[in-house]
């Protein structure tokens, strides 16, 4: 069984903790695929360029600098999900 199955069941936490399992089981090719089927370059690039800024006027280290757009990028995945599998693109959980 998939971990998305029963997806009328499912709240906003399910689908993330099931984004943040389901990635760290894939190898970094098989993440990338995900990325290149679900992101637009030009979302990739708004991204990067965001965090490049946001750490910049933050003064953060470089080992923060780096995780920003992962993170960033993890948001906009998690956002995707939710609206293609929660009823009505619903979000949040109250």
Sequence with gaps: MNRFDNT???TSS????????LFEELRA?????ALAKNV???T???????AEE??????LDD???????NLLLLGYLLRVLEERLLPG???YDA
């Design 40 to 42: 637009p370059l030009e």
């Design 8 to 10: 009328d069941e499912l």
């Design 44 to 50: 990739l690039e708004f991204f990067s360029l965001h």
């Design 63 to 69: 080992e923060t600098r780096k995780r920003i757009p």
């Design 14 to 21: 399910e689908i993330a903790r099931g984004l943040l399992d």
């Design 29 to 33: 090719e098989e993440i990338n695929e």
């Design 54 to 59: 946001f750490a910049d006027s933050a003064d």
């Design 89 to 91: 693109g619903e979000t």
